[in-house]
């Protein structure tokens, strides 16, 4: 008998997204699949779009809540799963009509607990091949753990789970972060496994048009958020007995990754908060105790990020702002470059 995998898809305010995600999933050439929906309170078009497909396909489930975030979307999914197998998907993304086929014959027959693959970059500069891991057969738990956090791998999608690992493990999706908590799942996950497996084809498809910046009257609420997401990472790769000196790096390095984003995100948007806010919110960000505790450890290989860590650990705070524009500047025209290629 053919196993089953459950696919797991929170919804919210997805209107005009949802039909092109769920007719890639209902086009899967493995057809024993549940499709596991969650409406978060989509306030548009979501639910009326959702109910014209479950009358079309009875492999559907539909579970509506009041808005709580996608993270309890999700722990709702996990917990009426049925599938030997999980798969999570975005509502804003879609999936190559192979893509389950692929994961699982390849789970399977590698007797792996993790499969991994490719995913396309679709953004407003065109579409690219990516891959966030660079591995073949064997790869230990710790160097899996720490690819995952040093690269951009810990997205829950493109990727396959064994749903009696996260049963047995009591795993769940962290409601009390509300960024980054599929990174922190995928690494609970994987400390749980034993065999991991990538595979070079890019199925899943990352619709990054939707994508909206980080709102400079939050940032300082997602910088406290992230500094809870990094102690979960803390603990996980203590439980894992990781080095402390390799903790200390890849906790310096997302810190400082954070730390730079968000002030570039006030430079970004200055004209509407003006340059009060501007640099409030960057000495606020710069003041954080546990930022402080990691802020001598930055660095960077590329002269134009060492002169930008240079000033922000001086505490130029008008100088990282003028800085931080023009690096913004520069990204584009790199990514407009990028697009055309």
Known sequence: MEAKVSIIVPVYNSEKFISKCLESI?????????????????????ETIINVYREID?????????????SKARNKGILNATGEYVIFLDSDDTVDENYVMYLLNEMINSNSDLVCCGYKDISKYGVLNCSDFNFESSISVNSFMEMVCKGTGGVLWGKIYKREIIS???????????MCEDLVFVLQYASHCKRFKYIEVYLYNYNRLNQYSISTNISIHYMQ????VCKRIEEIFK???LDENQIHE?????????????I??????????GIKASILNTKKILSIKYVRKYINSFSSETKVY??????????????????????????NIKGKLRGGR
């Open 239 to 241: 439980s894992v007995e």
């Open 306 to 331: 060492q002169l930008y860590i240079y000033i922000i650990r001086s505490r130029f705070i008008m100088l990282s702002i003028i800085y931080g524009i023009y690096l913004n500047k520069l990204r």
């Open 225 to 228: 958020n992230y500094i809870l």
């Open 168 to 178: 047995k493990s009591n795993l769940k999706m962290d409601e009390e972060i509300f």
């Open 26 to 46: 209902i086009r899967q050439t493995y057809r024993n699949i549940e499709i596991l929906i969650i409406n978060d309170g989509s306030s548009d078009e979501s």
């Open 250 to 262: 890849i906790i310096t390095r997302r810190i400082q990754d954070n730390v730079l984003n968000l």
């Open 58 to 70: 009875n492999r559907i489930t539909y579970y509506y809540q009041n808005n709580s975030g996608p």
């Open 264 to 273: 570039e995100q006030q430079c970004i948007n200055i004209k509407s908060i």
